[in-house]
């Protein structure tokens, strides 16, 4: 699954307008125009080739985005002298599947009871605590496990099927 995949599906599954998708890219610190964010949304299939126009997210803009939609789900914080506080950096070594877990697990308070539930709702496969546990830690951490693409769909899916309805 691409990054440009993860946006369509977080765009469907909360209804998220391009002006909003905008907003969120500059509360994550980058810059794109309209123009970008549909050139990003276009879905191209694997064997296909992408058309001219279509923009490529990479990770640092889909961890951008997903910074931003944390933002604009729960408001800037700030520290105790007034200043704004940046949602936290990924390592670099995580898959964006992972980031993903993360941010939208920040961005939506969501607990890890209700991880499963979504993931459950999204693909009727039952995970434990632990597993999920795994895929939210530090890369460095021996009990690391890098997120597939299915429990990533799964989770998108049951996002869909909770926001959407």
Do not use: W
Not at 26 to 55: H, Q, S
Request: aromatic share 8%; glycine share 8%; proline share 4%.
């Amino acid at each position: 699954m691409t990054n440009n995949d993860i946006l369509i599906r977080l765009r469907y599954a909360f209804d998220i307008k391009n002006i909003d998708m905008i907003e969120i890219f500059r509360l994550g610190g980058i810059g794109v125009t309209k123009d970008d964010v549909t050139n990003m949304l276009i879905k191209v299939k694997e064997d296909d080739e992408a058309p001219e126009n279509y923009k490529k997210c990479n990770n640092k803009m889909l961890e951008a985005f997903l910074n931003g939609f944390i933002t604009f789900k729960r408001g800037p914080q700030h520290t105790a002298e007034g200043e704004p506080v940046a949602p936290p950096k990924a390592t670099g070594q995580e898959s964006s599947n992972n980031i993903l877990f993360k941010k939208v697990k920040i961005a939506l308070a969501l607990t890890s009871e209700d991880v499963i539930a979504l993931i459950d709702d999204g693909g009727g496969i039952k995970v434990s605590k632990g597993e999920i546990g795994a895929i939210l830690r530090n890369p460095s951490h021996k009990n690391y496990k890098e997120c597939g693409d299915s429990f990533a769909r799964y989770f998108l899916r049951g996002l869909t099927n909770k926001y959407r309805a």
